[in-house]
């Protein structure tokens, strides 16, 4: 399979779940449905049939409400069936909204309380540097998480301890839960303060399977610094009508909403 094939099944995935559930987050799991696509299909040194396998490389959605599409990427590539997606969000089920560990393997930390993820992806990168480690720590963000102090700290911590083998993504919507980040707080000159702050960074179309697989190589031997990608993504992405739409922060897709937005994923 493909990442693009992949990434399709991810927002497809995510659309049903989502609207089974008859819960939010589908236009946040769409932006970042290419990042998840090109970490688990090319990116990611993993082993699904030994999800502990200790030389993986950790994997950290710090966007925790955005939890389906890493359900979807790791039942597609091999860590448990695919149908086991249908009971998410029901009662009982371990496919929490947010992200849980609990049972379900592939998944390194719960999270949901935005701003935890690059704090908790540091302290486990100098954990393994301090064990002579070579494995890498991916943590995925979202833009708006970026307005939290507790990320700054971990930041600093990381550019100070020159974790070479922590990789921050931030997914770069542009919108946040009620209204556009610029307006809510903006964080421009974005780029400027990741670097001001001591990290390799670098921005690419968060949609671009090629771009991403670049920037995503990274080598914690060659390099001294923690990386920071910043990928500009548009939320909602692969659905004409939920795309930069603040609104699909928190709507479900049922009825004619859900139907016309499987056919478009058909037909691209």
């Avoid at 990116?43 to 030994?50: A, I, M, S």
């Avoid at 990741?194 to 670049?214: P, S």
């Amino acid at each position: 399979m493909t990442s693009s094939e992949l990434a399709l099944k991810i927002r497809k995935h995510a659309l049903e779940m989502t609207h089974l559930g008859q819960s939010s987050h589908v236009a946040s799991i769409l932006s970042m449905a290419d990042i998840l696509a090109v970490l688990y299909g090319q990116v990611l040194e993993k082993r699904p049939k030994e999800p502990k396998w200790p030389k993986r490389d950790r994997f950290i959605l710090s966007k925790g409400h955005a939890g389906a599409g890493v359900y979807a990427a790791l039942a597609e590539t091999g860590y448990f069936p695919p149908e086991d997606l249908k009971n998410y969000y029901s009662n009982g089920s371990k496919f929490s909204g947010h992200i849980s560990h609990i049972g379900i393997p592939g998944v390194e930390l719960s999270t949901g309380s935005l701003g935890h993820g690059l704090s908790v992806g540091a302290g486990m990168a100098f954990a393994a540097r301090l064990d002579s480690k070579k494995h890498r720590h991916f943590v995925l963000m979202s833009d708006g998480e970026c307005d939290e102090g507790s990320n700054w700290e971990a930041i600093l911590f990381a550019s100070h301890h020159k974790l070479s083998n922590l990789i921050a993504i931030i997914d770069y919507n542009k919108i946040q839960s009620l209204d556009t980040v610029g307006k809510t707080l903006n964080l421009e000159p974005f780029v400027d303060k990741w670097r001001a702050f001591g990290w390799n960074t670098t921005e690419v179309d968060g949609h671009d399977h090629e771009a991403l697989v670049q920037g995503l190589e990274i080598d914690p031997v060659k390099n001294i610094q923690p990386s920071c990608i910043i990928a500009h993504t548009t939320k909602g992405k692969g659905v004409s009508f939920m795309e930069n739409s603040v609104l699909w922060h928190y709507r479900s897709p049922q009825g004619e909403e859900y139907e016309n937005a499987m056919n478009e994923l058909n037909q691209s």
